[in-house]
């Protein structure tokens, strides 16, 4: 299948600070990528499907201004958690869409954030 | 109501059982379904997609009744390595834009 990097898969930081999650894909480009997270024993939420070139479109209760997402190429979409507080401590993945293969998303290895 | 549902588990059972994984989903429009595999603190890999027709692939059998809106993931002679959590997915909405709504998942355990 197609591969899509996410970096860092740890990240480790005080309240308050700004964290920033990069996801690329590797071997394909995608015009639409998506940011996950996922809390312990619960189902992945989508957060935000992000796209090139243009704004993301964030989910009902997601908090734009604090989770900001750029998608500048075609191979890269980032997300910064800014501020970030322990109630943001989940594990956060991203996936990108591989277009004309009805809809399958492959996914990065995720990052676990963890705010003291 | 949940938009996929699964029964969370956990499954025990011994290694070479038969095992099976229901799921419902609320919204009829749904185009494409899929099961996807997670293993501890680890990211969703594909499995398998899901047809109206059933599909198999290897010891792996996927059904999908859209009258019922209903998905089956059917696992014979189970291996240690099929432990992981597995995570029924849908296409919510209409057309090739829809986003992606996970289950729960259902956990399984396969012991020696």
């Known amino acids: 299948g197609a591969v899509v990097s996410q970096h860092p898969s740890r990240v480790i930081c005080k309240s308050g600070t700004s964290v920033k999650i990069e996801c690329r894909s590797l071997?394909?480009?995608?015009?639409?990528m998506f940011w996950y997270r996922q809390f312990p024993k619960q189902s992945l939420m989508l957060m935000a499907t992000?796209?090139?070139?243009?704004?993301?479109?964030?989910e009902q209760g997601v908090e734009k201004d604090k989770f900001l997402i750029n998608h500048a190429s075609l191979t890269l979409s980032t997300l910064t958690v800014t501020s970030a507080h322990p109630e943001d401590s989940s594990f956060y993945i991203c996936s990108a869409r591989v277009e004309g293969t009805k809809n399958i998303q492959y996914f990065g290895a995720g990052t676990r954030l963890s705010v003291l | 109501r949940k938009e996929v549902e699964q029964d969370p588990g956990p499954f025990n059972v011994p290694e070479g059982a038969t095992v099976a994984f229901n799921c419902t989903y609320s919204?009829?429009?749904?185009?494409?379904f899929f099961w996807y595999r997670q293993d501890c603190r680890k990211e969703p890999k594909l499995l398998m997609s899901v047809y109206s027709s059933g599909n198999e692939d290897g010891r792996f059998t996927a059904q999908l009744n859209r009258a019922s809106q209903y998905i089956s993931l059917l696992i014979r002679d189970s291996k240690l390595s099929d432990s992981a959590t597995y995570l029924c997915v849908v296409q919510g909405g209409s057309g090739n834009t829809g986003k992606l709504i996970f289950g729960q998942g259902t956990t399984l355990q396969v012991k020696p």
């Open positions: 071997d394909f480009q995608a015009t639409t």
């Open positions: 919204n009829s429009a749904s185009q494409s």
């Open positions: 992000s796209n090139e070139g243009s704004k993301a479109t964030y």
